[in-house]
């Protein structure tokens, strides 16, 4: 395990920070999980903040099927930075199984550790987890609640007792939710969590789920997920995540898509930085999710992009830092 001092390490998930969001390339397993630590690292030295990885099934094209686990392998090869699986799918198996995995990992890299928690909307995850798929909302919203409980060190079952659940209580976890409705925002500011949206999301949308969430008392971070790409767009290749998108999203998931893909783009680094300033203030966000990866994109494309951010990382810091000015 890598330690990196605590000075280095910025709080997961927290509001102003600037993370990268990891997916596997089109590669056998061993390949997929070495170039994912790789990436990883380069990312914490680049000066990213963390990195997020998330949550499908059955070989989903650009998944892995167990994020805390691999969070656990990125914070191993990561020389400073936080890692977050991001979102989790809350339905998929007892929340006290969750934490159980999260607080221990907590244990072995502290501070560096953050969650995020989603319902899901994919049914052959829940067919592999045996979990009909017409109850995963109500299990999602009656797990919320005792997830974030003992995830900030506290729990009535015997869960409670468990050392790695208790130490949370100094140092709870920092916590953020997927929401992609008023209800869900305003949940997340009963629970005081930090807010994620959809890559894809309009900016309209966006902002309106952040007014509402600023209205009803969250404090958290409003967390924006965007690719951004200094350079010539990979038009083809974004045209075939859209594809992909489109294959699997339900027609109420798409109603709330912006126009066109939302990709960012500039031909410099200084460019691309105050157009995602831009898309940031236009949607009441004040914390970015990069995305760099895109269906199609070689390892040696996204290398190229990472070792951009590790030149010019501050012009993004400060394009997001002049927000708060405005």
């Keep these: 395990m890598i330690d990196a001092p605590e000075s280095e390490s910025p709080t997961p998930l927290a509001a102003r920070s600037i993370s990268l969001r990891l997916y596997p390339h089109d590669l056998p397993a061993a390949e997929q999980v070495r170039l994912l630590r790789e990436q990883a690292r380069h990312a914490a030295e680049a000066g990213f903040d963390g990195v997020m990885v998330s949550e499908h099934h059955a070989d989903f094209p650009g998944y892995l ?3 805390i686990q691999l969070a656990g392998f990125l914070l191993d090869a990561m020389p400073r930075g936080w890692a977050a699986p991001c979102p989790l799918l809350l339905p998929m198996k007892p929340y006290a199984l969750i934490v159980e995995d999260l607080a221990w990992m907590a244990a072995a890299y502290p501070g560096r550790v953050g969650a995020g928690f989603a319902a ?4 052959v995850d829940f067919e592999l987890a045996e979990v009909p798929f017409d109850e995963i909302i109500q299990r999602f919203k009656d797990a919320l609640p005792p997830t974030v ?3 900030r060190g506290s729990d009535p079952t015997p869960l409670g007792n468990d050392r790695a659940v208790r130490m949370l209580a100094a140092e709870p976890l920092p916590m953020a939710v997927g929401t992609q409705s008023g ?3 305003r949940r997340a500011a009963k629970h005081d969590l930090a807010v994620l949206y959809d890559s894809i999301q309009g ?3 966006s902002k ?5 969430y600023d209205e009803a008392g969250g404090t958290n971070a409003k967390i924006l997920i965007r690719r951004v790409w200094v350079g010539d767009a990979p038009t083809d290749e974004m045209a075939a995540q859209m ?3 489109r294959s699997y999203a339900s027609d109420k998931a798409q109603s709330n898509w912006g126009a066109g893909d939302q990709l960012i783009i500039g031909q410099t680094a200084e460019e691309a930085a105050s157009r995602l300033a831009e898309v940031m203030a236009a949607s009441n966000c004040d914390t970015i999710n990069i995305r760099v990866h895109v269906k199609g994109l070689s390892p040696q494309q996204v290398e190229g992009q990472l070792d951009m951010y590790g030149q010019n990382l501050a012009l993004f810091r400060d394009a997001i830092d002049a927000i708060e000015a405005r």
Excluded: I, M, Q
């Design 243 to 245: 594809a992909h998108y």
């Design 149 to 151: 409980s003992a995830l």
């Design 208 to 212: 309106k789920l952040s007014d509402t």
């Design 203 to 205: 900016s309209e949308v």
């Design 183 to 185: 209800a869900a925002v």
């Design 120 to 123: 899901g909307a994919l049914p």
């Design 65 to 67: 099927p167990n994020p």
